[in-house]
């Protein structure tokens, strides 16, 4: 196995969820090039990627074993360990958080959801706490990760307070430049640079289609 780059980790839960389809349908084998149409990357892609997590080689005739590869990417993602986080900041977004039950099946559990507005008591079948239990409660529960769904005004105060209770991890929704010390990973997810994406690829398309 070589070290894995950032494209390839990115690629692992797409893998997985159609190995893990494959697996449903009975499919026992699979060819890297029969997985590399699927998502549109070359089979040396493919091959290039399971390498790297797997010490499954894939043979000529009969391809990869789908319950190998299911088995050790859902291990290299980490997802048979389930870590626990907390939700801070209940709104439209945090709604829509609380109510996806698929995030387990990626090594994710809400198990605290926080907000300021005492209205707000429970969502899909998650009791809603007052912001001032949030510090006691990562504490006891010893809680590593730490999301953040408030507005962005209110993102850095969350983000100090997670990160002085316990929180080593934060998946950052709000559109605010968090400033946290080296030893805390964070992830920020940001829709609007996806859509940034979208729309620079839809005009060249459209480029190519007028020259074309
Ligand atoms: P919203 O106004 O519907 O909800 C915000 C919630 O946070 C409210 O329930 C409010 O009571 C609560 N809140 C405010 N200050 C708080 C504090 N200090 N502590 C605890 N709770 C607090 O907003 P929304 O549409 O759910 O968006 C939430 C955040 O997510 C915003 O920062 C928004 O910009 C961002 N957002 C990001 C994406 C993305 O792609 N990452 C998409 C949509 C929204």
């Not at 990160?163 to 559109?175: C, L, R, T, Y």
Request: a positive charge; proline letters at 3%; one cysteine or more.
């Amino acid at each position: 196995m070589s070290s894995i780059s950032k494209e390839t980790l990115q690629r692992l839960p797409a893998y997985l969820r159609h190995l893990k389809e494959l697996q449903k349908q009975g499919v026992e084998n699979v060819a890297s090039k029969a997985i590399a149409k699927v998502f549109n990357y070359t089979s040396v892609q493919v091959r290039k990627d399971f390498a790297s997590i797997s010490e499954e080689a894939g043979k000529p005739k009969t391809g990869f074993s789908v319950n190998r590869l299911v088995k050790d990417i859902a291990e290299f993602l980490g997802y048979n360990n389930i870590n626990e986080a907390v939700l801070v900041g209940v709104g439209n977004l945090g709604h829509a958080l609380l109510s996806y039950s698929g995030f387990k099946d990626y090594g994710l559990d809400i198990v605290g959801a926080f907000d300021i507005n005492p209205n707000i008591k429970l969502v899909h079948g998650h009791k809603i706490y007052n912001l001032s239990k949030l510090e006691s409660f990562i504490k006891r529960f010893n809680i590593l990760i730490g999301i953040i769904a408030v507005p962005k005004d209110s993102a850095q105060d969350i983000c100090d307070l997670m990160i002085g209770a316990g929180i080593k991890a934060i998946w950052n929704f709000s559109p605010c430049n968090l400033v946290i010390p080296e030893n805390i990973a964070i992830i920020n997810e940001d829709m609007a640079s996806s859509l940034a994406l979208l729309s620079q690829r839809l005009s060249k398309i459209l480029k190519k289609e007028k020259n074309q």
